[in-house]
């Protein structure tokens, strides 16, 4: 995929963010260094960035999915429920499988916290 500036700017911006971000997130920031850019590159670019494997989708209940850079190690999540920006959590509390019903078998899991974020408290 050919390395545009509106590219290098998304990139650049989720690189930078170190947590997930919504599309319009996304533009806000790479838009400090690509005046230009427009909601439409966005989404166009997040959508190729995906399918190369560079970014991944935060699920949300009820929400846009966020990306955050998909390189890193298993983390969790907190969502501020002021702000609504998603934040990451690096302690997980590890193996949960006693969580399970009997006979299940857990694959992976998810833990998404809400709360205030030290901003909005």
Same mark, same amino acid.
Do not use: W
């Given at each position: 995929?050919?390395?545009?500036?509106?590219?290098?700017a998304?990139?650049?911006?989720?690189?930078?963010?170190?947590?997930?971000?919504?599309?319009?997130?996304?533009?806000?920031?790479?838009? *400090?260094?690509?005046?230009?850019?427009?909601i439409?590159?966005?989404?166009?670019?997040?959508? &190729? %960035?995906?399918? $190369? =494997? @560079? /970014?991944?989708?935060?699920?949300?209940?009820?929400?846009p999915?966020?990306?955050?850079?998909?390189?890193?190690?298993?983390?969790?999540?907190?969502?501020?429920? *002021?702000?609504?920006?998603?934040?990451?959590?690096?302690?997980?509390?590890g193996?949960?499988? &006693? %969580?399970?019903? $009997? =006979? @299940? /078998?857990?694959?992976?899991?998810?833990?998404?916290?809400?709360?205030?974020?030290?901003s909005?408290?």
């Amino acid at each position: 995929m050919r390395q545009t500036q509106q590219r290098a700017a998304i990139r650049q911006a989720l690189l930078d963010a170190g947590r997930p971000l919504s599309h319009e997130e996304v533009l806000a920031a790479a838009q *400090r260094s690509c005046p230009g850019l427009g909601i439409a590159t966005v989404y166009r670019n997040v959508r &190729r %960035l995906r399918e $190369q =494997g @560079f /970014l991944r989708a935060v699920e949300l209940p009820g929400a846009p999915n966020r990306y955050e850079v998909a390189d890193k190690d298993h983390h969790h999540h907190f969502h501020c429920v *002021r702000c609504d920006r998603i934040f990451e959590v690096e302690d997980c509390p590890g193996d949960l499988k &006693r %969580l399970a019903p $009997q =006979g @299940f /078998l857990v694959q992976r899991h998810e833990i998404l916290l809400y709360g205030l974020c030290p901003s909005c408290r």
